[in-house]
């Protein structure tokens, strides 16, 4: 028999899913939907996918490069992936310029 924890960690990871998949839909005919994208980078980190999610979020910025909310992901992200010492690069071509 399951505890009520691991019930809980099954559902959460069921609607992670969920929202996943749907987001997908949606981004099938609306590519550059950034709630739909955002969405997709916070499931991916709460489902324990953090490099996968700090790069979802770096492509975010080729369709919004000024979204300030992203910009604050990326800095969370990277600072809990143990990288707050090196500068963020949020698009291809500041990154190349490491």
Known sequence: MQSQMEVQR???REHL???LAWCDDRLRTHPADVESLLKISGALW??????AALEYSRK???HHPGHAEVREAIQRYTEELGGAGRAIRSSPEERSQT
């Open 17 to 19: 899913a969920q929202l």
């Open 10 to 12: 099954e559902n959460r």
């Open 60 to 62: 975010i910025l080729t």
């Open 46 to 51: 709460d489902m324990g996918q953090r490099v």
